[in-house]
């Protein structure tokens, strides 16, 4: 079971995405946030573990990208990985820059993300996983 922690502020998104996932791969969906404080703070506590965390870039309050970076230094195995609207060129660069494993479009790249999640829950961890940026 893939353990994932998604960053959502959307409810509709959340639950929509949650059902696919847990669907199509073999994720346990360990919890969720809608904001950057909420998100940071459970994924610092040691107690709390994870193999993906699902960051969207827009929150109710601060950034996925405060989000991010945070993980990418407190998680040292956890995959990041960006579902956004706005995956531009240089919001996926910065994404990159700031730890994200890959960047996914919300609008057409779902399908990509779900393969990305079937390889990671199925042991492949290369960063050759088609899909995102």
Request: aromatic letters at 6%.
């Amino acid at each position: 079971m893939l353990k994932t922690y998604i960053v959502e502020d959307s409810p509709v998104i959340r639950e929509n995405l949650i059902a696919t996932l847990e669907e199509l791969v073999a994720v346990e969906v360990v919890g969720t946030a809608d904001n950057e404080s909420a998100a940071v703070y459970w994924l610092t506590q040691s107690r709390n573990a994870c193999d993906l965390v699902i960051i969207d870039i827009f929150l109710k309050s601060g950034s996925g990208l405060g989000v991010l970076s945070a993980s990418a230094r407190a998680l040292n195995h956890a995959k990041l990985v960006v579902l956004s609207n706005y995956a531009t060129p240089d919001m996926r660069r910065k994404c990159l820059e700031l730890g994200a494993n890959k960047v996914f479009d919300k609008s057409n790249e779902i399908d990509a993300l779900i393969a990305y999640c079937q390889k990671l829950a199925a042991g492949d961890t290369t960063s050759s996983v088609m899909g995102g940026l």
